[in-house]
């Protein structure tokens, strides 16, 4: 961006990358735009905080604050259809009919704990480097290349395992 930050350019600029992290994060997408409506919330709150320079880093903290929230809010809530739909198991033959490569990254990633989901979500999929990640998260740079390569395997276990298949 250049020029002095205003919350409409903040987000004109990075609205798909908010959505897209809230999402990988663990935020359902029924509820995806709330809580990005939160994270705008908040960047308006804090729009002077904001490193011109920096602008994902910050908005991927308060998306991560923002995420953790919703996914404590809907370990509580009561489905209309009694948690059915998450009690549903998923054959291995019908697996890759059920569900669509986006559905089964985002299934993937919620099996990943929180340090090592982001890392791989901040290295793999929105191309940060590992030192702008180990800044971000004031983790030493071999913690975050550590957290890389068990990520991985996890996330490769996980996505066999949803596939219905044995690694």
Same mark, same amino acid.
């Given at each position: 961006?250049?020029? =002095? ?6 987000? /004109? ?6 959505? #897209?992290? @809230?999402? *990988?994060?663990? &935020? ?9 409506q939160?994270?705008?919330w908040?960047?308006?709150q ?8 920096? =602008? ?6 308060? /998306?991560?604050?923002?995420?953790s929230?919703? #996914?404590? @809010?809907? *370990?509580?809530? &009561? ?15 019908n ?25 791989l ?47």
């Open positions: 961006m250049t020029g =002095p930050l205003t919350l409409e350019g903040l987000f /004109a600029e990075h609205l798909d990358f908010v959505l #897209r992290s @809230l999402l *990988r994060l663990g &935020v359902s997408a029924r509820d995806v735009e709330d809580a990005a939160q994270v705008l908040v960047a308006h804090g729009l002077a905080q904001i490193d011109p320079a920096r =602008p994902r880093a910050w908005l991927w903290g308060v /998306a991560r604050r923002v995420a929230d919703h #996914r404590a @809010l809907a *370990r509580h809530r &009561v489905e209309l259809d009694g948690g059915a739909s998450q009690d549903r198991q998923i054959s291995p033959e697996v890759l009919e059920q569900l669509s490569a986006r559905e089964l990254v985002h299934r993937a990633l919620d099996e990943l704990p929180l340090e090592r989901r982001e890392v979500i901040l290295y793999e999929m929105e191309g940060m480097t590992l030192a702008e990640i180990a800044e971000l998260s004031s983790a030493p740079l071999q913690t975050v290349a550590g957290r890389l390569r068990k990520a991985r395997l996890e996330f490769a276990d996980a996505v066999t395992k949803l596939e219905g298949g044995s690694r």
